[in-house]
């Protein structure tokens, strides 16, 4: 089983920064996919920024310039950096990571493929 542990949210003021970060844990052998979606409310989910094993990213063009997505693939840790926060970036956010198990005979090969979605952590940008 693979364990998310998210922190980071919190109240900032407009033009303000957060850093989230999400930790995973467990048997994992490999993890492939690394990403943060975000809910506002009222609103559908909405993938924000990805980052892939082989270093591609992704950004959602709302925060295309602003958020920063890394990883540290040693701490299968995954961050958020949010700069210039508006209004609108008010959501709960979620870590979401997929990769493979360690196998039934221990970790020198993959298992079955997990995905795992974090408890969520809120960020509210406000004055």
């Known amino acids: 089983q693979v364990h998310l542990v998210e922190s980071g949210g919190g109240l900032v003021q407009p033009g303000g920064s957060l850093t989230l970060s999400c930790t995973a844990s467990?048997?994992?052998?490999?993890?492939?996919?690394m990403s943060w979606s975000r809910q506002a409310p009222g609103k559908e989910r909405e993938l924000v920024a990805r980052r892939d094993s082989g270093g591609g990213s992704y950004y959602a063009d709302s925060v295309t310039g602003r958020f920063t997505i890394s990883r540290l693939n040693a701490e299968n840790t995954v961050y958020l950096r949010m700069n210039t926060l508006k209004p609108e970036d008010t959501a709960v956010y979620y870590c979401?990571?997929?990769?493979?198990?360690?196998?039934?005979?221990?970790?020198?090969?993959?298992?079955?493929?997990?995905?795992?979605w974090g408890q969520g952590t809120l960020v509210t940008v406000s004055e």
């Open positions: 979401h990571v997929h990769g493979y198990y360690c196998s039934a005979s221990g970790c020198e090969r993959p298992g079955p493929h997990f995905e795992e």
């Open positions: 467990g048997t994992i052998f490999t993890i492939n996919g």
